[in-house]
């Protein structure tokens, strides 16, 4: 059984989904693949433990605190790759971003291969099921794009500007998937 409750957030209503231990979702209302891990249907339930904790962990992230990933007992659904790409995402230190590539680099060195596609790793980041809280908005395409957010550009730089990231070196690409 799944249960879900929302969160009014600066950027919208957020939705929290959880399997009643971990949370096992958190998308932004209008965002790509919202709610697209959960094939069961979800039961309101905002008086959960797990949900006051993530709601207070989002409360200091957007007074721009900087609370630790660790706090929170996170169950994303997804396939061993992506689970190993989200796992590097709750690695990229607050403030700061990395590449597709990068985070490729660092895929392939897992896997003991040569290299690994960005392709790849951009659809692992993208199916993210629990956004803000894994940082897919710290991926940025190597040339400087904001590109690849599912939750829209404009949130992705929101995000990016509440903690603190020297915006002058990106740019939103004129055309692109997340636009």
């Not at 697209?36 to 797990?50: L, R, S």
């Not at 392939?108 to 809280?133: D, F, L, Y």
């Not at 904001?146 to 002058?168: F, N, P, R």
Request: charged share 20%; hydrophobic share 40%.
């Amino acid at each position: 059984m799944y249960y879900k409750t929302i969160y009014p957030s600066p950027l919208g209503i957020i939705t929290m989904a959880s399997d009643g231990d971990n949370l096992t979702g958190l998308w932004i209302e209008g965002q790509k693949y919202h709610g697209g891990t959960i094939f069961e249907d979800m039961a309101e339930n905002k008086d959960m433990p797990i949900f006051d904790t993530v709601k207070k962990w989002l409360d200091r992230y957007f007074a721009g605190e900087n609370p630790l990933i660790s706090e929170l007992p996170l169950a994303p659904a997804g396939s061993d790759f992506r689970k190993e790409v989200w796992h590097i995402l709750c690695e990229i230190p607050y403030g700061e971003v990395i590449t597709y590539g990068g985070i490729a680099k660092k895929m392939a060195a897992k896997m003991n291969k040569e290299s690994m596609s960005s392709q790849a790793v951009g659809g692992a980041v993208g199916h993210n099921p629990i956004s803000i809280i894994i940082p897919c908005h710290r991926v940025v395409g190597s040339n400087g794009s904001l590109t690849g957010y599912a939750g829209g550009i404009h949130t992705k730089i929101k995000l990016l500007e509440l903690e603190g990231v020297d915006m002058s070196r990106f740019f939103v690409p004129s055309k692109g998937t997340a636009l």
